[in-house]
T-cell receptor, first 115, second 112 residues
Framework: GAVVSQHPSRVICKSGTSVKIECRSL??????MFWYRQFPKQSLMLMAT?????????EQGVEKDKFLINHASLTLSTLTVTSAHPEDSSFYIC???????????FGPGTRLTVL | KQEVTQIPAALSVPEGENLVLNCSFT??????LQWFRQDPGKGLTSLLL?????REQTSGRLNASLDKSSGRSTLYIAASQPGDSATYLC???????????FGTGTRLTIIP
């Protein structure tokens, strides 16, 4: 089956630094990638939708200047959390949609802890 | 705005019992509905995908039903095992890889 990877799986950083998370579709081309965040014991909330070669569409309440998304190729999307603060600590999960299908494949997630 | 609710939020049952998890959604104009499993600190594992034109899907001990008109879906787990302990999430989706709206999740514990 289709595989989506995320790197890193876990990151701890100091407040004020920027953190980049990668999401890769390993064996298929992903025309659309989604970024979700999940706070402890809560469900997944969509942050943004990115389409290859175009600007990401952010959900209401998500700061686009703080959460920079780049989808430069059909197999890679990156989420950069700029000037991270402790309240940004969360579990970030990406998913990738294979072109021409209705299926989304989810990555294993990245645990971000901001000290 | 689509809202997805899952009841109960948590459930504990003895091993071997059959159980039902519930999912409801407010906007019936969905394209599909999925059930996922999430283990603590891990990503999502897709269990079953039901297209809006379908009534149910089965995989092993799992059976998911969909009543689109009433905005409800159920996940039936037969002969539960301790390894079934996890959080179960349902999500409704639009056409062609549109965004998924997730439910609040049910945390399931199977007691050996």
């Amino acid at each position: 089956g289709a595989v989506v990877s995320q790197h890193p799986s876990r990151v701890i950083c100091k407040s004020g630094t920027s953190v980049k998370i990668e999401c890769r579709s390993l064996d298929f081309q992903a025309t659309t990638m989604f970024w979700y965040r999940q706070f402890p014991k809560q469900s997944l909330m969509l942050m943004a939708t990115s389409n290859e070669g175009s600007k990401a569409t952010y959900e209401q309440g998500v700061e686009k200047d703080k959460f920079l998304i780049n989808h430069a190729s059909l197999t890679l999307s990156t989420l950069t959390v700029t000037s991270a603060h402790p309240e940004d600590s969360s579990f970030y999960i990406c998913s990738a949609g294979e072109g021409g299908t209705d299926t989304q494949y989810f990555g294993p997630g990245t645990r971000l802890t901001v000290l | 705005k689509q809202e997805v609710t899952q009841i109960p939020a948590a459930l504990s049952v003895p091993e071997g019992e059959n159980l039902v998890l519930n999912c409801s959604f407010t906007d019936s104009a969905i394209y599909n509905l999925q059930w996922f499993r999430q283990d603590p600190g891990k990503g999502l594992t897709s269990l079953l995908l039901i297209q809006s034109s379908q009534r149910e899907q089965t995989s092993g001990r799992l059976n998911a039903s969909l009543d689109k008109s009433s905005g409800r879906s159920t996940l039936y787990i037969a002969a539960s095992q301790p390894g079934d302990s996890a959080t179960y999430l349902c999500a409704v989706g639009g056409r062609g890889n549109e965004k998924l709206t997730f439910g609040t999740g049910t945390r399931l514990t199977i007691i050996p």
